[in-house]
């Protein structure tokens, strides 16, 4: 089931579980850095793009990328027909790999996530929604 071996502890096994777990995440965060560094940002760069944003939302356990706008250096909409097809196909399947985890879950929550093509940083805004509950208990003397 794993490659790796469990111990005999299972406090131990968890923790050997979620360190699994958390390296995978992060080769999958490291491999998606990679595809939009070394493959998608160049092309796009190439036909104007300075600055990439998308919205997302989520709440009950299902969420998306709601749109994607493509700006130039002076902040002009780029149109998106005239990008390469495949490296706009590829870019919301690797945007997905850096939203917040769980964003789409119970409440859920809702952000932007904004690439700028020059520095090549990618800046989270990101909202998450909360239901709160506040007990209080009365009680009277008649």
Do not use: C, W
Request: aromatic share 8%; proline share 4%; hydrophobic share 30%.
């Amino acid at each position: 089931m794993t490659d790796f071996p469990l111990s005999d502890d299972p406090g131990e096994t968890l923790q050997q579980l979620f360190a699994h777990f958390h390296q995978n995440e992060q080769a999958r965060l490291n491999e998606a850095k990679n595809r939009l560094r070394d493959d998608i940002l160049p092309a796009l760069t190439k036909h104007g793009v300075a600055n990439i944003e998308a919205a997302y939302s989520g709440y009950g356990d299902s969420g998306a990328i709601d749109g994607i706008q493509y700006r130039d250096k002076a902040g002009v909409r780029v149109d998106r027909g005239s990008l390469p097809a495949p490296e706009v196909d590829q870019l919301e399947n690797v945007l997905y790999e850096f939203l917040p985890a769980g964003f789409e879950i119970n409440d859920g929550g809702q952000g932007t996530l904004t690439i700028h093509t020059q520095t090549a940083k990618v800046t989270i805004q990101h909202q998450e929604n909360v239901t709160e509950s506040r007990d209080s208990t009365q009680e009277f003397t008649l």
